[in-house]
């Protein structure tokens, strides 16, 4: 049973394209491990992909720190026009790095081809338009399929739109693209639209979704105690990862709801002795006006709540000791939620 379509948003689009590139595991694992300094062992056969490092994640971006001191400590800024209009006014900044080295770490050392349409596999990248309230889907995509809410463009390369989709607020600044007709468009973090674009794999073809995801909220624990003991960083993160985790626990709900209400429909035709294609036809239609498939299984793998260590981890690091930490914390989510279902 081969993956045949990928799927990624923020740095789940940078992993989805070294996969769907056929770069296997084992080279993911021997590129951080050799980017970071640590190496278990010597692997059987040499990776096929460059270590990565701190200098192929962060790209400084302009202005400088200079050139940030000179705008926002402007004479009389904050007096004049309180915290906030002094933030919105002076503070122009709109990212600290920029993803354009792992821009040029895809396109040079990962990417087979920088061409969807000649990938091999289906691969599709998220992003979010800076500048308007609907996301971007990139890849191998029917330039006649219309959704209000996303536009599909198929004429921009794997690594931009990977690096698009990677730019995360404000860590990372807003990513240009020059589109086909000459306009330069600016995306950001593609989970910043919409979390888990699963119904990206459904509405082309999929018929099991594995969905992967690192966010999940803290819940107490006696070693850790309470998050206002850790100050406004946590904190903040910790109301990120609620709105998230609620959209999650949202569109899993109304996707189970709308099974529930297809067999509702066919066990009651079924108790009344109705004919079963009325009851066929009837779910066709609302099915397809929904746009829902209900012969497609889902199964999310993510860190457990109680997991404090997933939560307080520093997700850009690349020291061996929290890597590791990271891939076992992983490693035991699939497993246990693998263990619910049965080949």
């Not at 919409?194 to 979704?209: I, N, P, R, W």
Request: proline share 4%.
């Amino acid at each position: 049973m081969a993956i045949k379509t990928y799927v990624g948003s923020s740095a789940g689009a940078f992993m989805a394209a070294i996969l769907a590139s056929g770069h296997s595991l084992e080279d993911i694992v021997h590129s951080f491990q050799m980017g970071s300094g640590l190496l278990i062992r010597k692997p059987k056969e040499k990776s096929k992909l460059k270590p990565i490092n701190y200098f192929d994640i962060f790209s400084a971006n302009k202005p400088t720190i200079d050139s940030v001191y000179k705008t926002f400590f402007k004479k009389h800024a904050v007096s004049s026009w309180g915290i906030e209009s002094a933030l919105k006014n002076n503070f122009k900044v709109n990212g600290f790095f920029t993803t354009n080295s792992l821009e040029r770490y895809l396109r040079k050392y990962v990417l087979p081809t920088n061409s969807f349409n000649e990938l091999g596999v289906e691969f599709f990248s998220v992003a979010t338009y800076l500048n308007h309230s609907r996301k971007a889907i990139f890849g191998q995509l029917n330039s006649n399929k219309k959704n209000p809410e996303a536009y599909y463009i198929n004429d921009v390369s794997i690594s931009d739109a990977v690096a698009a989709s990677m730019s995360l607020p404000p860590v990372f600044a807003p990513y240009p693209i020059k589109m086909s007709d000459g306009d330069t468009v600016y995306f950001f973090d593609g989970e910043i639209r919409e979390t888990l674009s699963t119904h990206v794999a459904k509405e082309f073809g999929a018929d099991l979704v594995i969905s992967s995801y690192s966010i999940q909220p803290y819940e107490f624990t006696k070693e850790v105690g309470s998050l206002s003991e850790y100050g406004l960083p946590l904190i903040l993160n910790q109301a990120l990862y609620q709105v998230v985790q609620q959209k999650i626990a949202r569109a899993v709900e109304a996707r189970e709801s709308i099974n529930s209400i297809i067999k509702i429909i066919s066990g009651y035709f079924k108790e009344h002795n109705l004919p079963k294609e009325s009851a066929d036809a009837l779910i066709e239609i609302i099915c397809r006006k929904i746009n829902h498939r209900k012969d497609v299984d889902y199964i999310y793998i993510h860190p457990r709540g109680q997991n404090y260590e997933m939560f307080f981890v520093d997700h850009f690091s690349l020291s061996p000791q929290i890597l590791s930490r990271i891939v076992k914390e992983g490693f035991k989510s699939a497993i246990g939620v693998l263990r619910s279902y049965s080949i």
